[in-house]
């Protein structure tokens, strides 16, 4: 089982960042597939959730309006698309699925002018 996260990086303010969610070794597409994110000494948290075939998504309160959380069943990938950021979306942003609960190695990303 295996989540490898890509995209990130350094942008600024108002900027935007697609992450990407490469998914291997397991059944993938009847699986749950979550973000979240974890800041410089804080707890990690739920950002974006999307059900098996994408026709239901979860936001977190902060990120509504700006985040999109969609997924590729047949390419096995999950996306994260970011507007207009602020530098409270810095943070350690991991994928996770439902499959034994298991979470990606995770992606910085860091908004900052």
């Known amino acids: 089982v295996q989540l490898v996260e890509s995209g990130g990086g350094l942008v600024q303010p108002g900027g935007s960042l697609t992450l990407s969610c490469a998914a291997s070794?397991?059944?993938?597409?009847?699986?749950?597939l979550s973000w979240y994110r974890q800041a410089p000494g804080k707890e990690r948290e739920l950002v974006a959730r999307?059900?098996?075939?994408?026709?239901?998504?979860y936001y977190a309160d902060s990120v509504k309006g700006r985040f999109t959380i969609s997924r590729d069943n047949g390419k096995m990938t999950g996306h994260l698309q970011m507007n207009s950021l602020k530098p409270e979306d810095t943070a350690v942003y991991f994928c996770?699925?439902?499959?034994?609960?298991?979470y990606g190695q995770g992606t910085q990303v860091t908004v900052s002018s």
């Open positions: 996770h699925t439902t499959y034994h609960n298991t």
């Open positions: 070794g397991f059944p993938f597409s009847i699986y749950v």
């Open positions: 999307i059900d098996t075939i994408g026709s239901w998504t």
